[in-house]
């Protein structure tokens, strides 16, 4: 069964059009991350919550933003996707800070036209 | 800061040799490492972890090797089958940080 569900697998969005990818997750971690994967590329950390407590990435642009209102539901707001902005998006969560394997989302595929 | 590199983009076996990827971290410090099997269109799916007070741990069918020494990580499948065919990814998290850094990802292709 799966425990990180992300929502909706394909999200096609047009240039310019805020758009919100969504998480949940059924194991009741305390960290939820957010990911941007490029093409060919490794997964990069966008941010990411320990219960409400929230830490943006320095390099992650305004652009992306992020709300959690419960332990199991996550999401990821962008406000006005670019083309670079396309891309699979992962979220993932763990039971504690770096000590414990992170269990990841199937992803979210954006495309942007 | 933490710098995670794989040694090959791209490692070709055949179904039933082992295979070894390979992995570089740069900062001593680092305490947990991680190893990721990303298949197409799928997230990272964990399969081995091993912690600075080890130096190797096996699963099944597959072991993690670590030379702090050299700061080196790597992962051996033995037996690939074709359903090993898929981007490994090192990941290492250092204490104080938590946070894993993922390295660029080695793509496994095993021939039948």
Known sequence: ?113 | GESVGLHLPTLSVQEGDNSIINCAYSNSASDYFIWYKQESGKGPQFIIDIRSNMDKRQGQRVTVLLNKTVKHLSLQIAATQPGDSAVYFCAVTKGGSYIPTFGRGTSLIVHP
């Not at chain 1, 569900?5 to 998480?23: A, D, E, H, M």
């Not at chain 1, 490794?42 to 320990?50: E, I």
């Not at chain 1, 332990?71 to 969560?93: E, H, K, N, V, W």
């Open chain 1, 1 to 113: 069964d799966a425990m990180v569900i992300q929502n909706p697998r394909y999200q096609v969005t047009q240039f310019g059009k805020p758009v919100t990818l969504s998480c949940s997750q059924t194991l009741n971690h305390n960290v939820m991350y957010w990911y941007q994967q490029k093409s060919s590329q490794a997964p990069k950390l966008l941010f990411h919550y320990y219960d409400k407590d929230f830490n943006n990435e320095a390099d992650t642009p305004d652009n992306f933003q992020s709300r959690r209102p419960n332990t199991s539901f996550c999401f990821l707001d962008i406000r006005s996707p670019g083309l670079g902005d396309a891309a699979m998006y992962l979220c993932a969560t763990s039971r504690e800070f770096g000590s414990a394997e992170a269990f990841f989302g199937q992803g979210t595929r954006l495309t942007v036209v």
